[in-house]
């Protein structure tokens, strides 16, 4: 099996995790439990469970000229990372996430951008090579929507698979959806981009068919412990994933797209590539925090064995 190559486009940030009980209401103050400073953000996150999982990762970002930003390049390069492009802004500080967890692993993030709003599509282009020979180019939506068109305009140009994992929620192009092979929603931003409530079997059915209509080639929907539904040439199915007992689901979303990726660019067919991603995705959510609890490959391999 040839190293799986992949490009990640995205944010970087640092997070900031509160353990409570609950998720506080608006405008209350309740008394949490441990807190947790970690490196994160939708497209790190990615990248280094990409690199942990034996994949060949560049990644494409901006980090603030900050402690932050200083912290985020160490931790990449300690990963195995490619960072040749990821620029350091001279202007804003890097992105932030505020984060609580409450006992089910359940959380609500707030999150401020910095840096990661100023990912231009010329910081893409100057990744054009890496792009053009990378298996996957993998995509969120933490950055500005110019610059994931741009990413995935160049990938499909050459022939790279292109996965889109849409989140935050938000509208998107046809143009854009066109030059996507993998689309990952959950059942929010499926409701979101297909226009329809996405709640049950039939939902998912529909909603996959509206964005395959679009354009999209393959529509993945994730659903947490249910595991997701797979939508695309071969079919539709539901994917199972592992019964476990979460403990944060902060990564786990992003544990399974950089799963996903790396499966693909392994060779694997759609449906293994989905089983491997859920369970990356389940093996995530057993521990805290966003990075720190990315499985390496050696993790993962152990716990599907213990899944068996």
């Known amino acids: 099996m040839s190293e799986a190559r992949i490009v990640v486009v995205g944010s970087s940030n640092t ?57 985020a390049l160490a931790n990449f390069e300690k990963e195995g990372i490619d960072t040749r492009f990821i620029a350091i802004d001279p202007a804003e500080p890097s992105g932030v996430a505020l984060i ?3 006992e089910k692993g359940e959380n609500c993030i707030s999150v ?3 840096a990661n709003s100023r990912l231009s599509p010329d910081d893409v282009r100057r990744a054009r090579s890496a792009i053009e020979q990378a298996d996957v180019l993998l995509v969120q939506l933490e950055i500005p929507l110019e610059t994931v068109e741009a990413a995935a305009e160049l990938a499909a140009g050459a022939g790279t698979r292109v996965v889109l994992n849409p989140a935050p929620a938000q509208s998107l192009p046809e143009r854009l959806l066109r030059r996507v092979d993998v689309l ?7 409701t979101h981009l297909a226009g329809i409530r996405v709640s049950g079997e039939d939902s998912w059915a529909l909603a996959a068919c509206v964005l395959r209509q679009q354009g999209v080639e393959t529509v993945v929907i994730t659903r947490g412990a249910a595991g997701a539904f797979l939508s695309g040439a071969e079919g539709e199915s539901g994917v199972p994933t592992a019964a476990i007992t979460p403990v944060d689901t902060t990564g786990a979303g992003d544990s399974f797209n950089a799963a996903l990726a790396v499966a693909l660019a392994e060779g694997r067919d759609m449906a293994s590539a989905v089983r491997f991603a859920n369970l990356a995705g389940a093996c995530s959510a057993t521990r805290l925090g966003a990075q720190p609890s990315l499985p390496t490959r050696e993790d993962l391999d152990r716990f599907i064995a213990s899944c068996n």
Do not use: Y
């Not at 994160?40 to 990248?47: D, E, L």
């Open 15 to 71: 997070d900031m995790v509160v353990q409570s009980r609950r998720i506080p209401a608006p405008g209350e103050t309740i008394l949490g439990g441990k807190f947790v400073m970690a490196a994160g953000g939708t497209g790190a996150n990615q990248a280094v469970a990409a690199a942990r999982l034996g994949a060949s990762v560049t990644f494409v970002a901006r980090v603030g000229n900050d402690v932050f930003g200083r912290d």
């Open 184 to 190: 990952t929603p959950n059942e929010t931003e499926a």
């Open 100 to 102: 609580m967890v409450d």
């Open 112 to 114: 401020a951008p910095g």
